[in-house]
């Protein structure tokens, strides 16, 4: 037999067909032809009357659908979002997923100490697990929040600690101009390109649901398209409170703020780099409770790599989600169903990818280690395996007897611990030595992880000038807030 073949590519899910894409589209046209989205900026407000945009009342704008259509076909399908160190640059829509750690969560639940509020050397820690863990590509920003700074400086904090302790990608303050400027220059002295010819950052631009840009994140939208920075627009509609209680309803809202998102930032920057993000999920009708680890959420996911691609740009949406308060089965498979949907959809920006609890309130380090090892497994399967001669084995296969084993054999001893995932948390041992052991559980074994990467990270050093430039622009701008406080 001549072979030499490879399994093809996982085709991407796409739960809506073009008659389904297109009258999301429809809705979404009405609403900001019709209705109008609000968007709470002076600046913003101009960039659409120039446009030839209607603005009434209290920032409403009420924009034609040509110009929508249009500014949305000029954003690029895809971009490279630029590391301190370029081995780690990543082609944003171009193949490669952005995965980032989870984001905002104020506490923080560890194996040791069990729930408590979050502080800026968890933040430390958090970027030291992203530079060891080779699934995790990005530092992300807001990681755990640090409750114990000053929260007017917070975010000067935490983009230089993710600066100092990794050669990742980038994501920065976008909750008003005047953080996002001052944490993008931090980003050019780090990177060594001040003027930032190249796209070094992203950051989260969240919109209001219900048909609302607020000023702060316009603001911060603001910020990125004049340095040619990454928006990452994302509605994060509630469905059945910030949004109609249905799926169809709340994806039509969402479409239509992400539009508007998208077309302010061409509006700024034509071509400029921009993600269109669907973080959407639902509330749980019985608590009144937000409920992200829901098989909505993994619906929204998918409608986030299905209209990313009908619009030709990076999608973002899904992460390794989960209501459950704890590190345990719940966590386990709620978080794995939202990651596993997203990567299976062609998501391209995934923020949450591992860490998070309860609702985006906690973020834990052993979940952190344990998603990543879910994401290892997906990896695995995207990878599929060969298909040749020496692959198919058959001369082996002849030559072993029915009743016989291939463990000795030479061929199996070559390619097996190649072909396999081999995991480096979950136990795979038999039951008398996971007794013989402690009987951990897969917390446990995540708190043995994270100790492991913490004791072998090691810090990617910026050079004596750089770190003395940071830590001038730091000093600089923190004066700067007290004196405007």
């Given at each position: 037999?001549?072979?030499?073949?490879?399994?093809?590519?996982?085709?991407?899910?796409?739960?809506?067909?073009?008659?389904?894409?297109?009258?999301?589209?429809?809705?979404?046209?009405?609403?900001?032809?019709?209705?109008?989205?609000?968007?709470?900026?002076?600046?913003?407000?101009?960039?659409?009357?120039?446009?030839?945009?209607?603005?009434?009342?209290?920032?409403?704008?009420?924009?034609?659908?040509?110009?929508?259509?249009?500014?949305?076909?000029?954003?690029?399908?895809?971009?490279?979002?630029?590391?301190?160190?370029?081995?780690?640059?990543?082609?944003?829509?171009?193949?490669?997923?952005?995965?980032?750690?989870?984001?905002?969560?104020?506490?923080?639940?560890?194996?040791?100490?069990?729930?408590?509020?979050?502080?800026?050397?968890?933040?430390?820690?958090?970027?030291?697990?992203?530079?060891?863990?080779?699934?995790?590509?990005?530092?992300?920003?807001?990681?755990?929040?640090?409750?114990?700074?000053?929260?007017?400086?917070?975010?000067?904090?935490?983009?230089?600690?993710?600066?100092?302790?990794?050669?990742?990608?980038?994501?920065?303050?976008?909750?008003?101009?005047?953080?996002?400027?001052?944490?993008?220059?931090?980003?050019?002295?780090?990177?060594?390109?001040?003027?930032?010819?190249?796209?070094?950052?992203?950051?989260?631009?969240?919109?209001?649901?219900?048909?609302?840009?607020?000023?702060?994140?316009?603001?911060?939208l603001v910020g990125l398209a004049k340095e040619g920075q990454a928006p990452v627009v994302s509605s994060f509609i509630q469905a059945g409170a910030s949004g109609p209680g249905t799926m169809a309803g709340a994806?039509?809202?969402?479409?239509?703020e992400n539009l508007m998102g998208i077309t302010l930032t061409q509006l700024i920057n034509p071509g400029n780099p921009v993600v269109y993000g669907v973080p959407a999920s639902n509330l749980d009708m019985r608590?009144?409770?937000?409920?992200?680890?829901?098989?909505?959420?993994?619906?929204?996911?998918?409608?986030?790599?299905?209209?990313?691609?009908?619009?030709?740009?990076?999608?973002?949406?899904?992460?390794?989600?989960?209501?459950?308060?704890?590190?345990?089965?719940?966590?386990?498979?709620?978080?794995?169903?939202?990651?596993?949907?997203?990567?299976?959809?062609?998501?391209?920006?995934?923020?949450?990818?591992?860490?998070?609890?309860?609702?985006?309130?906690?973020?834990?380090?052993?979940?952190?280690?344990?998603?990543?090892?879910?994401?290892?497994?997906?990896?695995?399967?995207?990878?599929?395996?060969?298909?040749?001669?020496?692959?198919?084995?058959?001369?082996?296969?002849?030559?072993?007897?029915?009743?016989?084993?291939?463990?000795?054999?030479?061929?199996?001893?070559?390619?097996?611990?190649?072909?396999?995932?081999?995991?480096?948390?979950?136990?795979?041992?038999?039951?008398?030595?996971?007794?013989?052991?402690?009987?951990?559980?897969?917390?446990?074994?995540?708190?043995?992880?994270?100790?492991?990467?913490?004791?072998?990270?090691?810090?990617?050093?910026?050079?004596?000038?750089?770190?003395?430039?940071?830590?001038?622009?730091?000093?600089?701008?923190?004066?700067?807030?007290?004196?405007?406080?």
């Open positions: 037999m001549d072979f030499d073949l490879e399994t093809q590519d996982t085709p991407f899910i796409d739960r809506l067909d073009e008659e389904g894409k297109e009258a999301i589209h429809e809705a979404s046209m009405y609403i900001i032809e019709e209705l109008g989205i609000q968007v709470k900026h002076d600046e913003a407000i101009e960039y659409f009357e120039e446009a030839g945009a209607t603005i009434e009342d209290d920032y409403l704008v009420k924009a034609d659908r040509s110009l929508i259509e249009e500014k949305v076909e000029e954003a690029p399908e895809s971009f490279t979002l630029h590391a301190r160190n370029p081995e780690n640059n990543l082609e944003i829509g171009g193949g490669d997923t952005f995965r980032a750690p989870g984001y905002g969560a104020p506490n923080i639940r560890t194996f040791e100490d069990g729930r408590r509020s979050s502080t800026i050397e968890d933040y430390e820690m958090f970027m030291k697990l992203a530079q060891e863990e080779d699934v995790i590509n990005s530092t992300g920003y807001n990681v755990a929040e640090p409750t114990n700074v000053d929260q007017e400086v917070k975010h000067l904090e935490m983009v230089k600690r993710s600066l100092e302790y990794t050669d990742l990608p980038v994501m920065v303050s976008t909750y008003g101009q005047d953080r996002t400027d001052p944490t993008l220059e931090m980003v050019g002295i780090a990177v060594g390109d001040r003027d930032l010819s190249k796209t070094y950052a992203a950051g989260l631009v969240n919109t209001v649901p219900p048909r609302t840009l607020d000023k702060a994140m316009t603001g911060g994806v039509a809202l969402a479409n239509a608590y009144g409770s937000l409920s992200i680890g829901s098989a909505e959420s993994a619906l929204f996911a998918n409608v986030a790599g299905t209209m990313g691609r009908f619009y030709g740009v990076p999608s973002r949406g899904g992460g390794g989600l989960t209501d459950s308060k704890t590190v345990d089965y719940q966590a386990g498979f709620e978080s794995m169903l939202v990651n596993g949907v997203a990567e299976l959809s062609g998501v391209d920006f995934i923020l949450h990818s591992a860490g998070i609890i309860e609702s985006y309130s906690t973020i834990s380090p052993e979940k952190f280690v344990l998603d990543a090892e879910a994401l290892r497994f997906l990896d695995r399967f995207q990878d599929g395996y060969e298909i040749n001669e020496e692959m198919l084995a058959l001369d082996i296969v002849e030559s072993i007897d029915p009743d016989d084993h291939f463990l000795g054999e030479s061929h199996t001893l070559k390619y097996a611990g190649k072909e396999f995932l081999i995991p480096e948390v979950v136990d795979k041992r038999s039951h008398g030595d996971w007794k013989g052991d402690g009987e951990k559980s897969a917390f446990e074994m995540g708190h043995d992880r994270v100790q492991e990467l913490l004791d072998s990270y090691s810090k990617p050093e910026l050079d004596e000038e750089t770190q003395a430039e940071l830590d001038e622009l730091y000093e600089s701008a923190k004066a700067e807030v007290w004196e405007n406080a």
